[in-house]
């Protein structure tokens, strides 16, 4: 079973920056494609980011392309997501999750999820 903590999350004005940090437990970690996910109040969840295992392919929503970067950290079980350029639109609960069979940015795909870590962006 594979377990993710979030964290990085907070407050910025536009323009501003942030890292998220999911640590992973779990067994079959290097095999998985991770992703990190958002949802705003009202909103459907919606994937931003997702990297292959091993960190050799990307993909991003079009909304983060240029501002957003997955990355993976294998000895540390870690996948980052640096934020720059934050817009108030960027506003939601940040989610990590793991287990998609393929590369996609479709939250059903992916079997297991992290609590969330909130990020609002003011203007």
């Known amino acids: 079973q594979v377990r993710m903590v979030e964290s990085g999350g907070g407050s910025v004005q536009a323009g501003g920056s942030l890292r998220l940090s999911c640590s992973v437990s779990?067994?079959?970690?290097?095999?998985?494609?991770m992703g990190w996910f958002r949802q705003a109040p009202g909103k459907e969840r919606e994937g931003v980011a997702v990297?292959?295992?091993?960190?050799?392919?990307?993909l991003y929503a079009d909304s983060v392309k240029g501002r957003f970067t997955i990355s993976l950290d294998n000895a540390k079980n870690t996948v980052y997501l640096q934020m720059n350029s934050l817009k108030p639109e960027d506003s939601a609960m940040y989610y990590c999750?793991?287990?998609?069979?393929?590369?996609?940015?479709?939250?059903?795909?992916?079997?297991?999820w992290g609590q969330g870590t909130q990020v609002t962006v003011s203007s």
């Open positions: 999750a793991a287990g998609s069979p393929f590369l996609a940015l479709n939250p059903a795909q992916f079997k297991s």
């Open positions: 779990g067994s079959t970690y290097s095999r998985l494609y």
């Open positions: 990297i292959s295992p091993g960190g050799r392919s990307t």
